[in-house]
């Protein structure tokens, strides 16, 4: 069976990237500089990478046999602005973890 933590690592990186940009660059474009087009373009990229990480996620633990606490770990990890990046390293872990 093939591993699928690697594809929810890099899923959930790129949603913690596309976060970061909706609220630090998008969202000050919309209030400060009358730009809101920023926050649309921004935000519904964060949104498909977001459900995409849910999908991922889900994978995941069916795949993996992963328990409902550590999903839960990932998905508010997904919630917060730099909760994937600190969440990286114990998901290389489990991605190690998964391989055997």
């Not at 909706?22 to 009358?34: D, E, N, T, W």
């Not at 649309?40 to 849910?54: E, Y």
Request: proline content about 5%; aromatic content about 12%; glycine content about 8%.
């Amino acid at each position: 069976m093939k591993n699928s933590v690697p594809f929810l690592r890099r899923i959930a990186l790129l949603e913690g990237v596309s976060f970061l940009l909706l609220l630090g660059i998008a969202m000050p474009l919309k209030y400060f500089a009358g730009m809101p087009v920023a926050v649309k373009v921004v935000g519904w990229a964060h949104g498909l990478l977001f459900v995409l990480l849910c999908w991922a996620l889900l994978q995941t633990l069916l795949a993996a046999g992963w328990s409902l606490k550590r999903g839960a770990v990932v998905f508010v990890a997904a919630l917060l602005p730099c909760g994937p990046f600190l969440l990286d390293a114990r998901m290389r872990e489990w991605e190690k973890e998964a391989e055997v």
